[in-house]
Each structure stands twice: as C-alpha cells, then as structure tokens.
C-alpha cells in the first residue's frame, strides 16, 4: 500500500512536471 502511494505521488509530480514543461515549450516557441 505504501509503495502505490509513493507511485500515486510520482505520478501526481509527473504530470505537474509534464504541465509546467508544456509552458515552458509554449515560452520558448514564443521567446523563438
């Protein structure tokens, strides 16, 4: 139970990461 918590976490980072990556993408397209 403990690990699929831990990987819930990851995953939750993950797709706040995979969020912020995408507008970082959005401001380097632009700052292109």
């Known amino acids: 139970m403990a ?3 831990k990987w819930r976490k990851k995953k939750m980072a993950r797709h706040k990461h995979r ?3 995408k ?3 959005w401001r380097r397209r632009k700052r292109r």
């Open 3 to 5: 690990s699929d918590k």
């Open 23 to 25: 507008k970082t993408r």
């Open 19 to 21: 969020k912020r990556l």
